[in-house]
């Protein structure tokens, strides 16, 4: 059963990785610049299981801990780099693919809705040393939230154009992409 399903998921891809659901055309946020990284820090990101080169748009460090905004193959991501980081080491991350036709709708007043103008995708998961993470994936702009880091949290920009962040009462926010899909989330009052 497992040879069939890696069949058919293989068979739902094209050559250069990206999945058949996905809208056609260029992706604008594709096109957001690239930012300047170490070349450790690129092999890391590329290094396997990964598929392909991954664009950096932004790493933030976010109390000691570097946290990279990319795109790679239809598809955004957030991935987290170690201490210290010497030679390429395969990092904690995980993404979400390119908003599909079916996505959610700008509507939705709930993270990332409430950051992301247009339709988006979302995931989520629970990466060391963060106690959770929200990733929002959208034509423009992609968003992250990390949850639960106190009130004492710093966040430093470290590398991209297009970075923003800032703080939701003990949540950090960021985000790359063009500025108009990009709404600041309301703090709450």
């Known amino acids: 059963m497992t ?15 990206t ?7 260029p992706w604008s946020l594709d096109a957001t610049a690239a930012a300047p990284v170490d070349s450790v820090v690129q092999r890391s990101i590329d290094a ?12 933030a460090d976010v109390s000691g801990t570097g946290v990279v ?24 991350s995980f993404g979400s ?4 036709a079916s996505s959610f709708a700008d509507t939705h007043v709930n993270f990332p ?6 339709t988006y995708t979302q995931a989520s998961a629970q990466l060391s040393p963060f106690q959770f993470m929200t990733l929002g994936c959208g034509e ?11 009130s004492s949290v710093q966040v430093q920009k470290k590398t991209g154009d297009s970075l923003r962040s800032w703080k939701n009462g003990t949540d950090v926010l960021l985000a790359v ?9 309301p703090t709450p009052g």
């Not at 992409?177 to 989330?185: C, F, K, V, Y």
């Open 48 to 59: 396997p299981p990964a598929k392909g080169t991954a664009k950096i748009l932004g790493i």
């Open 177 to 185: 992409g063009t500025p108009e899909a990009i709404r600041q989330a």
């Open 97 to 100: 693919s390119r908003p599909t």
């Open 140 to 150: 423009k702009a992609l968003t992250v939230k990390i949850e639960g880091n106190g």
């Open 19 to 25: 999945t058949s659901q996905q809208q056609s055309g």
């Open 3 to 17: 040879l069939v399903a890696t069949a058919v998921l293989a068979a739902a891809c094209t050559d250069d990785g």
């Open 69 to 92: 905004l990319a795109v790679r193959n239809g598809t955004c991501q957030v991935a987290l780099l170690p201490d210290e980081l010497t030679e390429p080491t395969a990092l904690s």
């Open 113 to 118: 809705g409430n950051v992301l103008a247009g």
